[in-house]
């Protein structure tokens, strides 16, 4: 695969960070179902890890992530992430609704928060449309 064609599957792959196995299994079971490619993360830590080692960082096109994790929570791994790789899309899929926080999230640049359990087709929905939309692309 060239160095274009791999560039231009960026949009397919996607990194769900979630503490719990059951989430991380439906939510790829979901996007794979529509030919998306998944990288699984544990905990933010993990995930930070992922989108720092290898090409990880270039060739993720979207990232799901929940809020309540031990080691890294959310909040922290989406800072981190917003810092150093601004102009990847992140999603939150989470088990607690807080509005406060969904406000929050979304004034740093998040694209949706979704609470869970996420229905497939609204899952789906959301992925297209944020992978649909032009991309800000900000240089560090």
């Not at 064609?5 to 939510?27: C, H, M, N, Q, W």
């Not at 922290?76 to 790789?85: V, W």
């Amino acid at each position: 695969m060239s160095f274009i064609e791999d560039a231009s599957s960026t949009k397919g792959k996607i990194l769900i960070i979630d503490d719990e196995d059951d989430v991380r299994e439906v939510l790829r079971i979901h996007l794979e179902s529509a030919n998306y490619n998944v990288i699984e993360a544990e905990n933010g830590e993990e995930g930070i890890t992922l989108m720092k080692s290898g090409a990880n960082l270039l060739q993720v096109g979207l990232i799901i992530c929940d809020i309540r994790m031990p080691k890294v929570n959310g909040v922290e791994t989406i800072d981190y992430l917003k810092e150093n790789a601004p102009s990847i899309p992140i999603m939150v899929v989470t088990g607690y609704p807080d509005s406060e926080l969904a406000v929050s999230l979304l004034k740093k640049g998040v694209k949706d928060y979704l609470v869970k359990p996420v229905e497939k087709e609204k899952l789906l929905a959301k992925v297209k449309e944020v992978l649909g939309a032009e991309q800000e692309f900000n240089y560090v």
